[in-house]
């Protein structure tokens, strides 16, 4: 019989090795952040005033208190079951994170320089036209290759790690949480869900640690991205990975249980978001839940409010001004969607439906 105590106890190493894991990654990643900014050359091009955002500076300390309150949040839904610990650090992890820091850094000039010359657009005379829409033949973030090379999709995981400070896939996993929510209850054998604008698989893998017997499809525009995802989805043989647009989804009506899109929409023209809206009500069973994590957007949390007017002048993030002012609860309303829950989570808003 086990001591009264034991749970306290487990529940106090837990949390030990919580704290310890994830400010690892945050000073690993933290510490990238102001060596690229060390190393980086001049925003500001030579002869053009310099970028004053119109937003009165945000208070630091209310910065760092919802940085954190994401990790007290995310160590929250962990002990509530809603989805296992992260389990990424470790000998095999570092050895991969000091790969991809020297391919960062290595690639940061090439950032630097499309940065200075505001060059974001030079994949349009690179790749087949034809098989893209225009509005994704763009270098975002000022990143080699676009969303189209296999570099890319090697990078991205550590860009944007080092873009927020370690806390991305701690931001990945609130979605995770708000999807737990939604299929609490369910036989996840039964489940089908589909990941639109899957990128790697990053939050897949999150979802398949999770619910390991979910039945899972990724969609990408990206050949190279879908590549990578299917490599890090291949121990789950129930998991599937294809290349196709989100507003042309190449699967039946009402195909899906649930639907998941995760930094997606801040990166389509205002046109094409509704036109994803839709493909989604389209591909969802009445009844069945759509999760969606995107950028925080103005007002949301007044003391960021500066950090995202940055965004899209110190990152090529053409659509994103559009996007701050959208409102996502009546875009999905008029798509088909009740709006169930909202969630704040540091640099990230998730938001949860249902396909009415």
Same mark, same amino acid.
């Given at each position: @019989?086990?001591?009264?105590? +034991?749970?306290? *106890?487990?529940?106090?190493?837990a ?14 990643y @933290?510490?990238?952040y *102001?060596?690229?900014?060390?190393? !980086? ?10 970028f004053?955002?119109? &937003?009165?500076?945000?208070d630091?300390?209310a910065?760092?208190?919802?940085? *954190?309150?994401l990790?007290a949040?995310? %160590? ?10 992260? !389990? ?6 570092? $050895?991969?994170?000091?790969?991809d820091?020297a ?12 940065? $200075?010359?505001?060059?974001? &657009?030079?994949? +349009?005379?690179t ?12 270098n975002?973030?000022?990143? =080699?290759?676009?969303?189209l090379? !296999? ?6 995981? =550590? ?6 400070g370690? &806390?991305?896939?701690? @931001? ?5 949480g708000? $999807? ?24 897949l893998?999150?979802?398949?640690? &999770?619910?390991?017997?979910?039945n899972?499809?990724? *969609? ?17 043989p ?13 699967a039946d ?7 998941? !899109? ?28 759509l ?9 949301d949390?007044?003391?960021?409010d %500066?950090m ?7 990152f090529?993030e ?12 009546? $875009? ?6 009740a709006h ?6 540091f ?6 439906? =249902?396909?009415?």
């Open positions: @019989m086990s001591s009264p105590a +034991r749970p306290s *106890l487990d529940r106090t190493l949390r030990a090795r919580y704290a310890a894991a994830q400010g690892a990654r945050v000073a690993w @933290m510490g990238h *102001l060596l690229a900014r060390r190393l !980086s050359g001049p925003f500001n091009r030579p002869g053009e005033p310099r004053e955002p119109r &937003a009165a500076p945000g630091p300390g910065i760092r208190a919802a940085f *954190l309150n990790f949040r995310d %160590r929250a839904n962990i002990e509530a079951g809603l989805y296992p610990a992260p !389990s990424d650090v470790g000998v095999v992890e570092a $050895l991969a994170a000091l790969r820091s391919r960062f850094f290595a690639d940061l000039p090439n950032v630097d320089r499309r940065r $200075l010359e505001r060059a974001g &657009a030079e994949v +349009r005379a790749n087949d036209r034809a098989r893209y829409p225009s509005y994704y033949l763009q975002f973030h000022y990143q =080699t290759g676009g969303w090379t !296999s570099e890319s999709a090697a990078l991205y995981d =550590t860009q944007v790690e080092v873009l927020f370690g &806390a991305a896939d701690a @931001m990945r996993r609130i979605a995770l708000a $999807l737990a929510r939604a299929l609490k209850g369910r036989d996840q054998r039964r489940v089908r869900l589909i990941d639109v604008g899957c990128g790697n698989g990053r939050f893998a999150q979802t398949l640690a &999770a619910f390991p017997k979910l899972v499809v990724g *969609l990408d525009l990206s050949p190279a991205y879908v590549a990578a995802a299917r490599a890090r989805l291949a121990p789950w129930q998991a599937d990975v294809v290349a196709g647009q989100a507003e042309n989804v190449p009506e009402a195909a899906f249980d649930a639907a998941v !899109s995760v930094f997606l929409f801040h990166e389509l023209p205002p046109r094409v978001r509704r036109e994803v809206a839709r493909e989604l009500a389209r591909v969802v069973k009445p009844g069945g839940a999760v969606i994590a995107d950028s925080l957007q103005s007002g949390t007044p003391d960021l %500066r995202l007017e940055y965004f899209p002048v110190g090529h053409p659509y994103y001004q559009s996007y701050l002012d959208e409102d996502l609860v009546a $875009l999905f309303a008029d798509a088909g969607f169930v829950e909202t969630e704040l989570a640099l990230t808003k998730v938001l949860r439906f =249902t396909r009415r």
